[in-house]
């Protein structure tokens, strides 16, 4: 980590309806195909586990899973540009691996974008294995659509 992250105090949060205006700037800068603030609300309203790693009034990065039968499904999972290559995914990574742990899941699920080969760096970094591939599964420009790397995870052996 940098000296401004080892600096950084950070803690996880719920995210909340009247916390979204501080999250869609950060979702918006990350992604061509952004998730909408309804996005994020019907997710909230699913019940699904969504947090926000904060640190000095800033929040640094967040997550939102699904839980399933014996699984858990990484939906979003986004670090604050100015925060990345900091170590933050990991920390996120790490708690959502624990509070899957918790939920009795046996195994994490998630989808990436075939050109995000960045963020299927970090995830390989973290134990996940590639799987499958969902062909034309995300959005893209005009009516092209991008394939999906399938990753998971093995929390029990």
Not at 20 to 26: G, N, V, Y
Not at 99 to 127: I, P, T
Request: net charge neutral; aromatic share 10%.
């Amino acid at each position: 980590m940098s000296a401004l992250a080892d600096a950084l105090e950070a803690q996880f949060e719920p995210i909340t309806v009247d916390k979204l205006p501080a999250i869609m700037p950060i979702e918006q800068e990350a992604y061509t195909h952004p998730w909408t603030a309804g996005n994020f609300a019907d997710s909230l309203r699913a019940g699904y586990q969504a947090q926000q790693l904060v640190a000095q009034g800033q929040v640094l990065g967040y997550f939102v899973a699904m839980k399933g039968v014996d699984e858990v499904h990484l939906l979003n999972l986004t670090v604050a540009a100015r925060f990345q290559r900091q170590g933050w995914a990991q920390v996120m990574l790490d708690a959502l691996a624990l509070w899957s742990r918790g939920q009795g899941a046996l195994w994490l699920w998630l989808e990436v974008r075939a050109s995000n080969a960045r963020a299927q760096q970090v995830y390989e970094a973290h134990g996940y294995r590639r799987v499958g591939l969902r062909k034309r599964y995300y959005p893209s420009h005009g009516p092209e659509r991008e394939d999906a790397i399938v990753m998971s995870l093995r929390l029990w052996s």
